[in-house]
């Protein structure tokens, strides 16, 4: 029964950190493009402006809710919560954490460590596609639909390139549960430095797959007006635009994990003083664990600002031309090491 | 707690699968497809195929299906009329396999007395499977491979544009 | 622990949709779904009996199932792609272009 509340907890503060998360990453993408444009950002609501996302929240649902005509009223309703849905799902099999000392036990800081969740992750990951897709088609739009077709043929074309990127690490820890790869990044080198061709492939490959510029061709606005999402309005386009993010988080966290050590600090973590409060090494697991997030979510939304648009077939070209084999060439030098390690 | 998860997932799928063969709206079929891989990979992860159910979201949800819907948008399918009942030459045909089949699985339902009570608590890892498809299975695997190959280039072809210029075995096509 | 009877009546009525799919629908791409529709309830059959018998080839099986079935709509689909460039349409009982 306590292991059931222990979990119920876990989901529900995950649950919350991440729409918190969600809600002030739009804060703070507006800051970091206004001082990147030599602006000063949203400071009206609040100190910073930090009231920002809680009015924008209550404008979304003030908004009027507008169907196009024509449009398949359940899909068009159905298609945002599609898209949300997988990014937060993901968050699930993620260690943000090692243990904490709780309920006199020590409580895993995951909410479900499959064996599987490797596979989990692209299984999931696979599926938002289905949320862009359902929306574009059921808006009855001619720009929606070309945007909901770019935004499926993107992502499954980078979803190869995602899984390629990160075959080498399973090959490395041989396990497919990521609190093992986090564990293996804990005693040996993070993969970041050991595989930096298939780190830099993933945060490609990544930023592909939340539709983030520079691929954010399927809602590129001088061409598609908004993409799949051109004939949304109030609460449904806001799930657009929060699945958007949560995808973001979860490609964060995602690339904190497998690439950067997860929640693990070198050196500072095996200090005695850790080992005798556990406690506090907990919770300095989980602070490092945001904190590598946060810089991960900094990069994406400066990236954003810096660099300008793909165009279609260069986007498809880069993929399938470029960092398809890439992806080989790496397992395959990957390979080799091992073979050479093993003889 | 497992016996009233399956039964829920069973219901869903079966509901759904009703729904594929009776939406007039391929869109519509194909979403419903969807939940019913879904409800077949919670009764795989409900006998420990925890592989199996990764697969089968990845690949029939995340691939195939990806691929209808995409086919479906690029045709712009208009919804079609549903039959008002089968003509009748297929009418009979289906009659009868379905007894065939009802048959033969009543067949399978008297054999299974060998069966009864044998769960072996089998747990499908990923390693294990990975074991058996390298050493044992690895011809038929490698195999599969060649198949998908030969599946992209066939796809490549057949969908290919046409070319501006069609050479004239192409126009005798 | 569910019976796993219920399960194999499952895939049979699984099974008996797809068959009807195929049968009674006339677009292609419904008929193609309805296949992947039997081939799953298949695929369920070999993970209940890989479960009794305690061997994991069921579901090594299933695993090339999925394979196939992945290859089998990929030239499917560029094959109805194919008849609906040149038909502009996709009725399987308008379909003769291999009748002479």
Same mark, same amino acid.
Request: overall charge neutral; some cysteine; aromatic content about 12%.
């Given at each position: 029964?306590?292991?059931?509340?222990?979990?119920?907890?876990?989901?529900?503060?995950?649950?919350?950190?991440?729409?918190?998360?969600?809600?002030?990453?739009?804060?703070?993408?507006?800051?970091?493009?206004?001082?990147?444009?030599?602006?000063?950002?949203?400071?009206?609501?609040?100190?910073?402006?930090?009231?920002?996302? %809680?009015?924008?929240?209550? @404008?979304?649902?003030?908004?009027?809710?507008?169907?196009?005509?024509?449009?398949?009223?359940?899909?068009?309703?159905?298609?945002?919560?599609?898209?949300?849905?997988?990014?937060?799902?993901?968050?699930?099999?993620?260690?943000?954490?090692?243990?904490?000392?709780?309920?006199?036990?020590?409580?895993?800081?995951?909410?479900?460590?499959?064996?599987?969740?490797?596979?989990?992750?692209? #299984?999931?990951?696979?599926?938002?596609?289905?949320?862009?897709?359902?929306?574009?088609?059921?808006?009855?739009?001619?720009?929606?639909?070309?945007?909901?077709?770019?935004?499926? *043929?993107?992502?499954?074309?980078?979803?190869?390139?995602?899984?390629?990127?990160?075959?080498? %690490?399973?090959? *490395?820890?041989?396990?497919?549960?990521?609190?093992?790869?986090?564990?293996?990044?804990?005693?040996? $080198?993070?993969?970041?430095?050991?595989?930096?061709?298939?780190?830099?492939?993933?945060?490609?490959?990544?930023?592909?797959?939340?539709?983030?510029?520079?691929?954010?061709?399927?809602?590129?606005?001088?061409?598609?007006?908004?993409?799949?999402?051109?004939?949304?309005?109030?609460?449904?386009?806001?799930?657009?635009?929060?699945?958007?993010?949560?995808?973001?988080?979860?490609?964060?966290?995602?690339?904190?994990?497998? +690439?950067?050590?997860?929640?693990?600090?070198?050196?500072?973590? &095996?200090? &005695?003083?850790?080992?005798?409060?556990?406690?506090?090494?907990?919770?300095?697991?989980?602070?490092? +664990?945001?904190?590598?997030?946060?810089?991960?979510?900094?990069?994406?939304?400066?990236?954003?600002?810096?660099?300008?648009?793909?165009?279609?077939?260069?986007?498809? @070209?880069?993929?399938?031309? /470029?960092?398809?084999?890439?992806?080989?060439?790496?397992?395959?030098?990957?390979?080799?090491?091992?073979?050479?390690?093993?003889? | 707690?497992?016996?009233?998860?399956?039964?829920?997932?069973?219901?869903?799928?079966?509901?759904?699968?009703?729904?594929?063969?009776?939406?007039?709206?391929?869109?519509?079929?194909?979403?419903?497809?969807?939940?019913?891989?879904?409800?077949?990979?919670?009764?795989?992860?409900?006998?420990?195929?925890?592989?199996? #159910?990764?697969?089968?979201?990845?690949?029939?949800?995340?691939?195939?299906?990806?691929?209808?819907?995409?086919?479906?948008?690029?045709?712009?399918?208009?919804?079609?009329?549903?039959?008002?009942?089968?003509?009748?030459?297929?009418?009979?045909?289906?009659?009868?396999?379905?007894?065939?089949?009802?048959?033969?699985?009543?067949?399978?339902?008297?054999?299974?007395?060998?069966?009864?009570?044998?769960?072996?608590?089998?747990?499908?890892?990923?390693?294990?499977?990975? !074991?058996?498809?390298?050493?044992?299975?690895?011809? $038929?695997?490698?195999?599969?491979?060649?198949?998908?190959?030969?599946?992209?280039?066939?796809?490549?072809?057949?969908?290919?544009?046409?070319?501006?210029?069609?050479?004239?075995?192409?126009?005798?096509? | 622990?569910?019976?796993?009877?219920?399960?194999?009546? =499952?895939?049979?009525?699984?099974?008996?949709?797809?068959?009807?799919?195929?049968?009674?629908?006339?677009?292609?791409?419904? /008929?193609?779904?309805?296949?992947?529709?039997?081939?799953?309830?298949?695929?369920?059959?070999?993970?209940?009996?890989?479960?009794?018998?305690?061997?994991? !080839?069921?579901? /090594?099986?299933?695993?090339?199932?999925?394979?196939? #079935?992945? *290859?089998?709509?990929?030239?499917? =689909? #560029? %094959?109805?792609?194919?008849?609906?460039?040149?038909? @502009?349409?996709? !009725?399987?009982?308008? *379909?003769? =272009?291999?009748?002479?």
């Amino acid at each position: 029964m306590t292991g059931l509340l222990i979990t119920l907890g876990k989901i529900l503060a995950v649950f919350t950190v991440t729409m918190l998360t969600v809600a002030y990453l739009t804060l703070l993408e507006r800051k970091v493009c206004a001082y990147i444009q030599l602006r000063k950002g949203p400071n009206r609501v609040g100190p910073w402006g930090l009231f920002q996302p %809680i009015a924008d929240g209550l @404008k979304f649902v003030f908004k009027e809710d507008f169907v196009p005509a024509g449009a398949n009223r359940a899909l068009h309703a159905v298609a945002p919560v599609l898209a949300m849905a997988p990014a937060l799902t993901t968050c699930a099999v993620i260690p943000f954490g090692s243990t904490l000392p709780m309920f006199g036990g020590e409580v895993n800081m995951i909410i479900a460590d499959l064996s599987i969740g490797v596979l989990f992750v692209f #299984a999931i990951g696979s599926l938002s596609v289905y949320g862009l897709i359902t929306g574009g088609w059921a808006s009855n739009n001619k720009y929606a639909l070309f945007g909901a077709l770019r935004a499926g *043929a993107q992502m499954i074309s980078y979803e190869i390139t995602l899984g390629l990127a990160i075959i080498p %690490i399973i090959m *490395a820890t041989g396990s497919l549960r990521l609190s093992d790869i986090v564990a293996y990044q804990g005693a040996h $080198p993070w993969f970041m430095i050991v595989q930096p061709l298939g780190f830099l492939l993933f945060v490609v490959a990544s930023f592909a797959e939340t539709n983030r510029l520079p691929f954010d061709i399927p809602e590129a606005e001088p061409e598609l007006v908004a993409g799949y999402h051109t004939e949304y309005s109030s609460m449904k386009f806001a799930g657009f635009y929060m699945g958007e993010y949560a995808a973001m988080i979860t490609a964060a966290a995602l690339i904190v994990t497998l +690439f950067c050590g997860g929640y693990h600090l070198p050196w500072l973590e &095996n200090l &005695n003083f850790f080992k005798e409060h556990a406690t506090l090494l907990g919770l300095l697991h989980i602070g490092t +664990f945001l904190a590598k997030m946060g810089i991960c979510l900094f990069g994406f939304i400066w990236v954003r600002w810096s660099l300008p648009r793909f165009r279609y077939d260069q986007l498809m @070209k880069l993929g399938w031309k /470029v960092l398809l084999p890439l992806g080989l060439i790496n397992i395959l030098i990957y390979g080799l090491f091992t073979l050479k390690d093993s003889i | 707690m497992e016996t009233v998860l399956f039964y829920l997932f069973a219901a869903l799928t079966l509901a759904s699968g009703l729904m594929v063969i009776t939406r007039r709206n391929p869109v519509a079929s194909a979403l419903y497809l969807v939940l019913c891989f879904f409800g077949l990979a919670g009764i795989y992860v409900l006998m420990d195929a925890y592989f199996l #159910a990764a697969i089968q979201i990845a690949v029939y949800a995340g691939a195939i299906m990806v691929l209808f819907l995409f086919v479906i948008m690029l045709l712009r399918l208009e919804p079609t009329e549903l039959p008002s009942f089968m003509n009748s030459w297929s009418k009979r045909l289906y009659v009868a396999v379905t007894l065939v089949l009802g048959g033969v699985f009543l067949g399978l339902d008297l054999m299974r007395t060998v069966n009864t009570g044998a769960d072996s608590a089998l747990t499908g890892e990923a390693g294990a499977i990975a !074991d058996r498809l390298f050493n044992r299975y690895l011809l $038929p695997f490698e195999v599969t491979a060649l198949l998908l190959l030969v599946a992209i280039v066939g796809a490549v072809v057949m969908a290919r544009r046409e070319s501006p210029k069609p050479t004239a075995s192409m126009e005798e096509v | 622990m569910f019976d796993y009877n219920h399960a194999l009546i =499952l895939a049979f009525m699984l099974f008996t949709l797809g068959t009807a799919g195929v049968l009674l629908r006339r677009s292609a791409l419904v /008929v193609f779904m309805s296949i992947e529709l039997m081939l799953n309830a298949v695929n369920l059959v070999l993970v209940v009996f890989s479960r009794l018998r305690g061997d994991l !080839d069921g579901q /090594v099986i299933c695993f090339f199932i999925m394979a196939v #079935a992945a *290859a089998e709509a990929a030239v499917g =689909l #560029a %094959i109805i792609i194919a008849f609906f460039k040149r038909k @502009k349409h996709v !009725d399987l009982d308008r *379909a003769s =272009l291999l009748r002479s």
